[in-house]
């Protein structure tokens, strides 16, 4: 429905075309598997971020595992990207924050990774359209 509304508000071959996409890097069906499967699900630490020319996203050590957390060292990687807007977006400041290893900055979980890849991407991706960075 937004893909459709959006193409509709470009006008007619004036304005902005844009690709139907799936915005996540998770799979489709995640949704339908139940809360507590049995054997548990391999999560893996994930870090995701857009830029005007790719979707990042960095694999991390796997939930539960006793490796160290790898999340910092990926967001070291993304902050020192040039194209990395750091301020732009609750997220942005959580990768910075994650990169700096500020107190208080954990590694986060599987919903903190998604919440923030989605936050970051969302905005960007409402950025372009309204003709921003």
């Not at 999560?43 to 960095?58: D, H, N, Q």
């Not at 790898?70 to 990768?95: C, K, N, Q, S």
Request: net charge negative; hydrophobic share 35%; charged share 25%.
């Amino acid at each position: 429905m937004a893909w459709s509304e959006l193409n509709e508000a470009a006008g007619n071959g004036d304005g902005p075309h844009f690709a139907f996409g799936d915005y996540s890097a998770l799979h489709p069906r995640t949704c339908d598997e139940p809360a507590n499967p049995v054997p548990p699900p391999r999560i893996y630490e994930k870090s995701r971020y857009t830029t005007a020319e790719y979707f990042l996203v960095g694999k991390g050590r796997r939930w539960g595992s006793k490796d160290p957390s790898l999340m910092r060292p990926l967001a070291e990687t993304i902050v020192a990207d040039a194209e990395f807007r750091d301020d732009a977006t609750e997220a942005e400041r959580w990768l910075s924050a994650l990169a700096a290893g500020q107190d208080g900055t954990g590694s986060g979980n599987a919903e903190t990774w998604v919440k923030q890849g989605h936050t970051q991407h969302l905005a960007f991706v409402a950025g372009q359209v309204r003709g921003g960075r």
